[in-house]
């Protein structure tokens, strides 16, 4: 291994910070050197958010330094981290819906001028090439609001890029971009390594991590318990410093037979999106929906919850015609809906988790059952009792819930429907940007529900989740189920195969 360079471009030493009476970093530590890319690992509520935020600016250590090129350096607000060369992407995407492509890469940032106005035209021939090096395809005049969760990724991507960052700071990147636009990142962030700019890598994807990554650093309960690089970083060794001891891996259980349908879908389309879709859901399953991104697996969520309106098709519960008219008319009919943006479709951050939890289960905390007001005593019982079975996180049911890690703003998004108990419930995602010990207890919760009778419908972009948790997986492609996976052919390799053998067909027709 080369010696490293002397001076580190940002090094954070006994970095301490709390919120009232939780400590979110105690002697935490991090050293990123000049055109390393550095991987920063941890469980959910491990402290790396915090870490992250107190280098953009957005919030103050109570202890530890901060230097930059060996300079102490006090940042005290986003725009200062920018002048100091760090760029951050965070894990929720930042872009304004009803601007366009080129003014949401942009946002934010110096623009040049032509007699006092914005010269759009010269900027975007300037950004021309970062464009097409990141792979954005969308018209650059077209509105933000009508692209893919990946297309917005690219966006931020390409918005770091135009800044000529010295440190971009990347978290949980790869979350919502497919195979072929991970391949694509990776190329880009070794580009930036090569040409000296220094890549912050942030993800619960382990295999990125060994791929990308020359350092590690491990943060626990707010500490860094490790630095791992050459021989010493392995996935065994990333794990046990994560959670501190060895990971349980259970078996999948299989309590009963599934029970008879409760969901039948036949010929539900709704174009571009959704060609034809068809399927029984029964009592007590685990049905995943698999297939890349923008296959139009969460296109078809929105159809059986009722957030759009099919052209074609249709559905019944327990053999009734069902055609909900509005996500209230399928929350009626029995279902529940775990999106996958929970920050942006899921929670109201500045809303406390009691809150958060009672949001489309009202009834059992009224007052009375004549008065339509809500009991507090309630809430907060319903709200402490669901914290508990699902061991959220949280100094209280008051805290807000904007400020809870990733893996538990997710618990209380499922905690949501347990009180309700919906016949069925669609789970979008749902260990999406998870940490190891926190996407355990979520399958955990996920086969309890089965088991208790529970239909589950689990769309996931990882092949890996699905043959664990999953009695029966359905993989889509090009808005068509093109294949059912169970029992011994129900495997990873078959899942990826089926997610690309229905394009490699269509590209050779």
Known sequence: MAVPPAVPFVAASAIGKSYGGAQALRDAALCV??????????????????????????????????????RPARIASPHEASGLGMSFIHQELAFVPDMTVLENIMLGLPKKTRLGLVDWAAIQRDVAPIVERVGITAPLDAPAKRLSTAENWLISIARA????????????????????????LFSIIRGLSASGVAVLYVSHRLDEILDLCGRVTVLRDGRSVAVLDGPELTRRRLVQAIVGGAVEHL?????AAPGEVI????????LPRVAEASFDLRRGEVLGLGGLVGAGRSELARLLYGADRPDAGGMTIEGRPFAPRSPAGAVRAGLGLVPE???????????????????????????????????????????????????????????????????????VVIGRWLRSKPKILILDEPTRGVDIGARGEIHRLIRALARDGMA???????????PDLCDRVLVMAEGRIVRELAGAGLTRSAIIEASYAATEERVSA
């Open 33 to 70: 050197l000049p055109g390393e890319v550095h991987g920063l690992v941890g469980a959910n509520g491990a402290g790396k958010s915090t870490l992250i935020r107190i280098l953009a600016g957005l919030t103050q250590p109570d202890t530890g330094e901060i230097a930059i090129e060996g």
């Open 161 to 184: 890029l135009v800044w000529k960052a010295r440190l971009i700071v990347m978290d949980e990147p790869t979350a919502s971009l497919s195979a072929g636009e991970c391949r694509k």
């Open 263 to 270: 969901l039948s879908v036949r010929g539900l389309r709704r």
């Open 341 to 411: 943006e929970r920050r942006m479709e899921g929670l109201l951050l500045g809303k406390s988790i009691a809150f958060n939890l009672s949001l489309g289960n009202l009834t059992p905390l009224l007052a009375s059952p004549v008065l339509p007001f809500i009991s507090p005593r309630k809430r907060a019982r319903l709200a402490q009792a669901t914290i508990h079975d699902l061991s959220i996180k949280a100094r209280s049911p008051e805290q807000p819930v904007g400020r809870l890690s990733g893996g538990n703003q997710q618990k």
């Open 251 to 255: 078996p999948k259980a299989r309590d």
């Open 456 to 466: 589950v419908l689990v769309i996931s972009s990882e092949p890996d989740e699905l």
